[in-house]
């Protein structure tokens, strides 16, 4: 059974900083892609950062560059956004997102979310 545990959301005031965290069971983690997608009231839900398996690439949403940062721990299955800088903007509920390197279609999972709100 595949699970993924987000936390560290909460509340903070505009050029604050945050980090979640992400935590994987049930999958091989290292065949995994991660990201970290994020859904504001009334929007899309948009890609906020990817990192590959190994994190050698990463890539990040146009409105986050320069002031997110998306890591990974294979040994300890877990992934991780640091967010720095933090906007009203940044708002949203923050989701963890598995997706297989070999079986992109078939294995691709999501956590439960948690809420990120800046406000002051």
């Known amino acids: 059974q595949v699970q993924l545990v987000e936390s560290g959301g909460g509340l903070v005031q505009p050029g604050g900083s945050l980090r979640l965290s992400c935590s994987a069971s049930?999958?091989?983690?290292?065949?995994?892609?991660m990201s970290w997608y994020r859904q504001a009231p009334g929007k899309e839900r948009e890609l906020v950062a990817l990192i590959s398996t190994f994190g050698l690439t990463r890539n990040y949403g146009d409105s986050v560059k320069g002031r997110f940062t998306i890591s990974r721990d294979n040994a300890k299955n877990t992934v991780s956004l640091q967010m720095n800088s933090l906007k009203p903007e940044d708002t949203a509920v923050y989701y963890c997102n598995a997706r297989s390197q070999f079986s992109p279609e078939t294995n691709n999972y999501w956590g439960q979310g948690t809420q990120v709100t800046v406000s002051s």
């Open positions: 049930g999958v091989t983690f290292s065949n995994y892609r």
